[in-house]
């Protein structure tokens, strides 16, 4: 006994559009995928033209080189005898989907198009593709003359069907369908589907692969079969960065994982499965009973077998552990593979960061610094794509580099912009990271370029702005600290054009930025500051994180600079210094701290919250410790900043994308980037709720056991005499005459008076 089959998966670094790149790297997957026994070949989704296309798949241009390519493939000698699974886009009757193309031997078998598609977050699928809805329905496409050619066939199978070999069963998923509620794979299984086939373009976010993994094992564990999933690897061209882990499970059981983060362009993971084992897995009275009521598939038939010959010669792939990073060691690696793929791209020649000695920019400091280390390790492992790469970057085709450290004094500069706000302690700090990582760094001093814009506005105006601390306004306060952060941005731009030019080096820099996702959230960053720059790999990492990161970089590395930023208190620095000490700190100016910031963000974006419902879920989690007073304050202190500083998230620098909670207004986050900054209903109904929440915490146990049965519900159309119930509003809402913002202002202003009133009257 024993029938055992070879299966191979992989994960590509495919870029959009670049249609000689992508061709390479898949046909590269096949070579090494047959080389090594496999019968099937299973690529990731999209893969021909690369996912991040983005309105380009709404381009004729596309599809005919997506075919193109797949000529190419169909005729290619090393795609002969092995079944190869393609992703790319494919017209049917006027309108695009997203596809897989299955082949063997210069035919085509089935173009399956994608059932669900992936709506939210990152991806807008439905604007490009439409979903099949036509399930268990087989139809077929007419063919280009360019591929008709070549296979000799004007009509494919087109639809939801699954391929019999003649020793197996074979059916598809892709990506978005193994997530959803209805997946596909439970009845194809009852259908006597032994191999289920994903090709997937899942992005990297902190704590995400475990999901995945456990998806994949309940589905098997539950229907048995072996599952391959693969998936794309790399920076496409977006925020985004595909983390590859392609794997294949048998029977619940992990036995093939490629690598989560590499350098590597092509990654193939090939397993040995026993069919024998899926079928005396699936062996039991219930199993049967419901395959007989299951739907039906078009079955095509095909004329080819999948086990190997000496099946008993050959072993089966042992059951493995997965392999899932900590969150510490992903923002080491993830974030250093996206930049990676992005310098090689980009034609530049480096990194340009200020380095203000503080957490953030400390923290995009160690990514650069694990770049290197990733470049270093892949040109010494003879990754001769890598060491083209760095040539390329260098602009020295001679180049090898020697160690993370000389090569990061090559391509990264760091700079230490201080002004008479900066401390002493913060300059050293900077100093002493970029000794510890080997950066090229440069300590200048920019009161000068300061003052001078100061002074053009005197000259203008006749009036001098004062910090508050001199006797000045809060308005020339804020404007005198954002005048120093603006002065940073354009001194970044200007060294990074030209630093290397004034070491005799070839070629341009890219500007880090460094604001974390926190920060984004509550807009605490000046519009056009030092934030403003070409990419930032923490932009979607959360404070408290990059504090962990920083703390494994001190472990990992032997980074000892950083145990003193560690314990600094996170500043600005662009208020004056009282007696040489830093006054102003991040928490104190922003009024929240992170740890507060990364829970208002998960309630926001993740579940789903206004202001109201906020309120209410963190009575529950903080009533413990704070007021309702207190907790309804936060809330609306957040809500108030938010507004405010929304419109700072459409000029965002593009940020790796890492965290679920991310405010990135130009592709993540599509909420309104102007609102009226009060919330005056909203926060009425919080109003509402910590009055009648106050009166239950203060009522004796045995009061708050007769009012057990009272929910929020009862707070929201609770009335006050200041304020209008809720129900009063509904019934002027009701009128052909909804009030208007006027208004409520109207409504609002005596109801304070009213409030005044009683206070002076008293």
């Known amino acids: 006994m024993g029938r055992k089959v070879t299966l191979a998966t992989c994960s590509l670094a495919q870029w959009a559009l670049d249609f000689e790149g992508n061709l390479r790297r898949i046909l590269e997957s096949i070579r090494i995928a047959k080389e090594r026994g496999a019968c099937y070949r299973l690529g990731p989704e999209l893969e021909i033209p690369g996912y991040g296309c983005n309105d380009h798949f709404l381009e004729s241009d596309t599809l005919l080189h997506s075919w193109e390519s797949l000529a190419c493939i169909l005729e290619n000698p090393v795609c002969d005898n092995i079944i190869v699974d393609v992703g790319m886009p494919v017209a ?20 399956r198009p994608k059932k669900t598609l992936a709506i939210s977050g990152n991806y807008r699928e439905q604007r490009w593709f439409s979903p099949w809805l036509k399930d268990y329905c087989l139809e077929e496409v007419h063919l280009p003359p360019l591929i008709t050619k070549i296979t000799g066939q004007t009509k494919v199978p087109f639809g939801e069907a699954i391929i019999a070999t003649l020793d197996t069963v ?62 794309l690897k790399g920076c496409d061209g977006e925020r985004v960065y595909y983390d590859g882990s392609s794997m294949i499970f048998q029977n619940g059981s992990l036995v093939g994982q490629g690598e989560q983060f590499s350098l590597e362009e092509v990654d193939v ?149 201080g002004t008479e706000n900066s401390s002493s302690e913060t300059k050293a700090r900077a100093q002493h990271l970029a000794n510890d990582i080997g950066s090229y760094h440069l300590g200048i001093v920019i009161d000068t370029a300061i003052q001078a814009i100061i002074k053009i506005f005197t000259t203008v105006t006749g009036e001098t702005p004062r910090f508050r601390v001199n006797g000045g306004s809060d308005r020339e306060n804020l404007a005198l600290q954002n005048v120093q952060a603006r002065s940073r941005m354009v001194m970044s731009y200007f060294f990074a054009q030209l630093s290397l030019w004034s070491r005799g080096l ?74 040489g000490q830093v006054q102003q700190t991040d928490e104190e100016d922003m009024g929240l701290t992170y740890e507060e910031l990364s829970v208002f963000g998960r309630l926001r974006k993740i579940h789903k919250c206004g202001p109201y419902t906020m309120f209410t879920k963190l009575l529950s989690e903080w009533g413990s410790r704070l007021s309702c007073t207190a907790i309804s304050e936060k809330v609306k ?3 108030k900043k938010y507004a405010i500083n929304r419109h700072k998230m459409t000029v965002v620098t593009p940020a790796y994308h890492a965290e679920s909670y991310s405010p990135d207004d130009n592709r993540f986050d599509l909420r309104p980037f102007l609102y009226r900054t009060s919330w005056p209903w909203q926060f009425r109904s919080i109003d509402r709720a910590v009055a009648t929440a106050t009166k239950t915490f203060a009522a004796t146990p045995a009061e708050r056991q007769h009012n057990n049965t009272r929910t929020f519900e009862t707070v929201s159309v609770s009335s006050s005499n200041d304020l209008p119930s809720l129900h009063e509003q509904h019934q002027s809402m009701k009128s052909h005459d909804l009030p208007t913002m006027a208004s409520i202002e109207t409504v609002e202003k005596e109801a304070n008076m009213r409030k005044r009133i009683k206070l002076e009257g008293h």
């Not at 990061?408 to 500069?413: A, G, N």
């Open 269 to 417: 993971v090939i397993a040995t499965v026993d069919l024998d084992d899926i079928q005396t897995y699936r062996r039991s009275p219930f199993y049967g009973i419901q395959a007989s009521t299951s739907h039906v598939y078009e079955k095509i038939e095909v004329d080819y077998t999948l086990t190997h010959h000496d099946s008993l010669c050959i072993a089966a792939s042992p059951v493995i552990q997965a392999r899932i990073y900590k969150p510490v060691e992903e923002i080491a690696l993830a974030p250093a593979c996206w930049l990676w793929d992005y310098l090689r791209r980009s034609g530049c020649s480096g990194f340009f960061l200020p380095l203000s000695g503080g957490i953030d920019s400390s923290s995009t400091a160690c990514i650069v610094a694990s770049m290197c280390r990733l470049v270093v390790s892949s040109v010494k492992r003879g990754n001769i794509q890598t060491l083209n790469d760095i040539r390329k970057v260098t602009q020295d085709p001679s180049y090898i580099p020697g160690d993370a450290k000389e090569l990061c004094k090559r391509i990264f500069v760091t700079c230490y912009m």
């Open 506 to 579: 070839p070629g341009s820099l890219l500007v880090l930025g460094s604001a974390n996702v926190d920060e984004s959230l509550l807009g605490y960053m000046t519009k056009y500051d030092c934030s403003s720059a070409d990419l930032n790999p923490i932009g979607g990492i959360s404070k408290i994180d990059l504090k962990k990161f920083v703390f494994y970089c001190v472990e990992k590395y032997n980074f000892t600079s950083l145990i003193g930023i560690l314990g600094a208190q996170p500043t600005a620095e662009l208020e004056p210094l009282k007696e």
């Open 92 to 111: 049917y009757q006027h309108t695009v989907y997203n596809c897989r193309v299955i082949m063997l031997n210069k035919k085509i078998l089935l173009i």
């Open 637 to 639: 202190l957040f809500f």
């Open 170 to 231: 074979i059916g598809y998923e892709i990506c978005e369908e193994l997530f959803s509620p209805n997946s596909p794979h439970t009845n194809m299984a009852l259908q006597g589907v032994e191999l289920f086939m994903n090709g997937s373009g899942s992005h990297h976010e902190l704590r995400k692969l475990s999901l995945r993994v456990e998806l994949i094992a309940q589905a098997t564990k539950k229907n048995g079969g072996a599952y391959l999933y693969a998936n």
